[in-house]
């Protein structure tokens, strides 16, 4: 028995955060939301710099009896998770303080959620991933239902819910046949069970159900449908949370949890991955040009990334790994700056979520149309914009794994997706005014803004970094997957 | 004797079946509930028989005595309309027909092929400590509070955020009445007490 806590100490010490957060909303009188937002705040900066400085990029270390593992690709997830709850959660400060909704608890639900999603991405059993998903899913409705006299959020709340608790019970049921057949949980005694050429049924079946399971958390097609309700219907800063943390997690966790115990039976899943991601990218550029709101318009095109992200997991070589790491860091930033936008449009201090909203912006706010045209051509995949890059790395590892068909329908659906990215564009510079936004007043979103169009812009000066360090975290998770099988 | 156990066996599984399909075409769902609670004890009574004591006793006490009331308490408080049919439409038992026999055919291809891991069984008992020497209660607690100690606290953060999350969701931050023994006690009567004369006939304006 070895109880090694040291691999989890950012974890412990982000829980521990948590539990204190909790104390101080309940006994501060005056303004506790606030007060208790900036200290989760400087919380994940403590975690941030405990992920990045406790361990050298190549050590990996087991602990907690195994059911934990702390290498290079969890650290890569995890540092993405905490920069994108650290970024809204301090955009979402503004927002809720004009409506005077900013209970302790919102922050307090951001951090369990956040420590659910390290749990996620450090998992070394099945166990532990089930119970990271629980820890991050929990808190995730909750957050959805948070604005509870609102119909709409409380509706997102109970949808999210119960279509979520049925995911779990599929994933749950998955899980328990693997056991059943496997004998074990833990990944690498899965990978021995493999070693020697063994394909039970069971666990086949058993793989399909976990994938649905995750495929519902990542929200691609056809387990998708909650997501732009869920995403209507939430309080915009909590979107914005969902939008990013949870995806890169659960996208995380899926390729783990694939390429780790299931990688010998890869003629398994592959297919199954291929279908997915075929399926996400092409509703995620269709269904996303009839809409009319900004934050269903996020939905789908958030499903059309998955989609694409979910490519470099299909092939499941080493390009592929870091095709997915670098597109969800891409993402991230692309994501995070155009929710900067959607939490700053108001008219008349009420906020709005139309895109017909947007339509003269370029003439009020010229420099904020400038950036979000910047992030939309990103989201389109033009180059020389970082989005570009995101898709060609994912795109080249598909087909090196010759994965031609993939490619060829993500090309032709990113160009599908092109058409309202780009109508954006057009309704900010071309379109009638209407009513205008007001102006916008958060430093931080504008900040925001203006730094993730610029990351976008000129991304591709820092895209070898990028690159390399995905490369890192990659080649961490196939090396401990091959060391399992020997 | 082993032929008394397959007739006890087969006894709780039927009864566990049965229950299982009423729970579902009951119309009312406080029956529903309780044939739920036939099915928690005939399955605590297959646990036994598999030599699992402790997760028989969990599951009467944990499903049957608490959730199955809690249900029964939801259920009640309800206006529910009992005389409606117990299945929606047609379409909404063709489609769990549908699923049902979609998964029943995953586990008949799954059994058909009876093909568990040849090492499954040595992974399955590296972590159990020796039955012969400890009881199973003890065995689990070993497991679930050295091995699995960080399974269990995550488990209660879980429990917690659900906490939080039924007193953020339900909680309505109003007004209390506190009562402050030290301000009762020093009110004069002067301050509360006025004396009106009033004239016979007359009211107080």
């Keep these: 028995m070895d109880i090694n806590l040291v691999p989890a100490t950012p974890e412990i010490v982000l829980a521990v955060f948590g539990l204190a957060l909790l104390v101080i909303g309940a006994f501060v009188r005056k303004d506790a939301g606030a007060l208790v937002s900036r200290l989760a705040f400087a919380g994940f900066g403590v975690t941030l710099a405990l992920v990045c400085l406790m361990a050298g990029w190549t050590t990996v270390q087991e602990g907690l009896n195994g059911l934990f593992i702390d290498d290079a690709f969890a650290r890569f997830a995890k540092i993405l998770v905490l920069a994108s709850a650290m970024i809204v959660l301090a955009m979402s400060e503004s927002w809720f303080r004009r409506d005077d909704a900013l209970q302790a608890e919102f922050p307090v639900l951001v951090v369990f959620a956040v420590v659910g999603m390290m749990v996620m991405v450090s998992a070394n059993d099945l166990m532990a991933v089930y119970m990271g998903v629980e820890l991050q899913s929990f808190a995730l409705y909750i957050l959805a239902a948070y604005q509870r006299t609102s119909a709409k959020s409380t509706e997102a709340g109970v949808k999210y819910f119960i279509l979520g608790a049925l995911a779990s019970a599929v994933m749950l049921y998955g899980m328990s046949l693997v056991y059943g057949f496997a004998g074990t949980t833990h990944f690498a005694g899965i990978a021995h069970v493999a070693a020697d050429g063994a394909r039970p049924v069971g666990i086949v079946v058993g793989l399909v159900f976990v994938a649905a399971g995750f495929a519902f958390k990542v929200s691609a097609v056809p387990f998708h449908m909650w997501a732009p309700d869920v995403y209507e219907g939430a309080p915009t800063p909590i979107t914005a949370f969902f939008a990013v943390a949870p995806k890169i997690a659960a996208l995380a966790l899926f390729a783990r949890v694939m390429v780790d115990p299931f990688g010998p039976w890869i003629k398994d899943w592959q297919q199954v991955l291929l279908v997915l991601s075929i399926l996400s990218m092409s509703l995620g550029a269709v269904a996303a040009i009839a809409q009319t709101n900004i934050k269903r318009l996020m939905a789908y095109s958030s499903i059309g990334h998955v989609g694409y992200a979910l490519i470099g997991i299909t092939a499941g070589t080493h390009d592929g790994i870091r095709g997915m790491l670098v597109y969800l860091a891409i993402y991230l930033v692309m994501n995070v700056a155009t929710f900067a936008l959607i939490l700053s449009m108001r008219q008349g201090g009420q906020p709005v979520e139309r895109l017909s909203d947007l339509a003269g912006l370029s003439r009020t706010a010229p420099w904020a149309a400038a950036a979000v045209t910047v992030l939309m051509f990103s989201m389109a995949g033009i180059p020389p914009l970082a989005g570009f890059f995101g898709k060609f790395y994912v795109f080249m590892a598909a087909i090196d794994a010759k994965l031609y068909t993939l490619a060829i329908i993500g090309v032709v659906t990113s160009v599908i997706g092109a058409f309202y990215y780009l109508r954006i564009v057009k309704i900010m510079y071309f379109d009638e005014v209407g009513t205008p936004l007001d102006e916008f007043t958060s430093r931080v979103n504008s900040s925001v803004l203006f730094g993730g169009s610029a990351l976008v812009l000129l991304g591709f000066l820092g895209m070898d970094w990028l690159v390399t360090s995905a490369q890192f975290a990659g080649d961490a998770l196939l090396k401990h997957a091959a060391a399992a099988l020997f | ?205």
């Design chain 2, 1 to 205: 004797m082993t032929l008394a156990v397959d007739a006890v066996f087969y006894l709780f599984s039927i009864v566990c079946v049965v229950s299982a399909l009423m729970v579902v075409v009951s119309r009312n769902p406080v029956h529903s509930v309780l044939w739920m609670i036939t099915v928690f004890i005939n399955g605590a009574g297959l646990f036994v028989l598999l030599n699992a004591e402790f997760l028989a006793m969990v599951l009467v006490i944990v499903y049957a005595g608490a959730v199955a009331i809690l249900f029964t308490f939801v259920v009640m408080m309800l206006d529910l309309d009992f005389t409606g049919p117990a299945l929606r439409s047609k379409q909404t038992l063709l489609v769990g027909l549908a699923v049902g026999a979609v998964l029943l055919g995953d586990l008949f291809v799954m059994l058909s092929e009876w093909s568990v891991s040849p090492k499954a069984e040595a992974l399955r008992a590296s972590p159990t400590p020796d039955l012969s020497t400890v009881s199973n209660t003890v065995a689990l607690s070993r497991i679930l509070y050295t091995d699995y100690i960080f399974l269990f606290q995550t488990a209660g953060l879980i429990l917690l955020v659900a906490m939080v999350g039924a007193v953020l969701l339900t909680f309505r931050r109003q007004r209390h009445q506190r009562q402050d023994v030290s301000v009762q006690l020093a009110r004069s009567k002067s301050e509360t007490l006025k004396m009106n004369r009033v004239e016979n006939g007359k009211g107080i304006s």
